[in-house]
């Protein structure tokens, strides 16, 4: 069984305890143009504005994909805030979105946090397609759990929804009682895996094409499960 697992969640991600929150941002770095980085930004104060504006003296704007992280502030269910660079839809995003989740996760279990949380991503303002987004993170937490094992610290990802947006959560839902994760497509056999085993880096299908990511194929991975299915963010789980 894999270690981390997908716990679903709606309410206000601000009530979620978890040990670091992922969002989008602009590339400017502008915390108030997105909104869920400007909800943050109003309730952790200026400082983690402030965090990201210092970073802007090595790179203007931030690239597709970048993340970035910094302190909490005034926040006090999080440590840690990861930012990641999204702009609008056009097909093939999600790739980067998936890498990115990807990231997000390295830098949280290489600093040995247990939770993170993660709303929908940019299935807002930037139109990104929910069903997508939900593959996308799911699909992050299991090539996590591939890579790592049982080695990860991180035990629980929090997928934070919007409580009013119906068709949101219904997605979600399916996407994770469906566990569609590609990963059968790609490994098809434990024993073709081992016949054909990288060094070590192999190219998955659903990354960039210019990018690796780092597996152990000797691994048997299943989807992560969907546990607490539609817990309300705050309540004791």
Do not use: W
């Not at 990861?82 to 290489?110: H, P, Q, V």
């Not at 690796?212 to 963010?233: F, M, N, R, S």
């Amino acid at each position: 069984m894999c270690p981390a697992q997908i716990q679903l969640c709606y309410g206000d991600i601000l009530k979620a305890k978890a040990d670091v929150c992922i969002c989008s941002i602009h590339r400017s770095r502008d915390m108030k143009l997105f909104p869920v980085s400007h909800h943050i930004l109003r309730k952790a104060g200026a400082t983690v504005q402030k965090q990201l504006n210092e970073k802007q003296c090595k790179i203007e704007e931030l690239g597709m994909g970048q993340v970035e992280m910094t302190e909490a502030g005034d926040l006090k269910s999080f440590k840690k805030l990861l930012f990641i660079c999204l702009k609008s839809y056009i097909k093939g995003n999600e790739k980067y979105l998936l890498k990115s989740l990807i990231k997000c996760l390295e830098i949280a279990a290489k600093d040995k946090h247990t939770i993170v949380a993660v709303p929908a991503l940019a299935t807002g303002g930037l139109n990104y397609p929910p069903e997508e987004v939900a593959k996308a993170t799911l699909e992050a937490v299991a090539l996590h759990n591939l890579n790592h094992g049982r080695t990860t610290t991180i035990k629980t990802v929090k997928v934070v929804l919007f409580d009013d947006d119906i068709d949101l959560i219904r997605t979600y839902v399916m996407v994770c009682n469906a566990g569609s994760t590609n990963l059968n497509d790609l490994y098809r056999t434990r024993e073709s895996r081992l016949s054909q085993r990288p060094s070590p880096g192999v190219t998955l299908a659903t990354a960039p094409p210019d990018e690796t990511c780092y597996t152990d194929t000797t691994q048997e991975c299943k989807p992560p499960q969907a546990t607490g299915i539609l817990q309300k963010v705050g309540s004791k789980n």
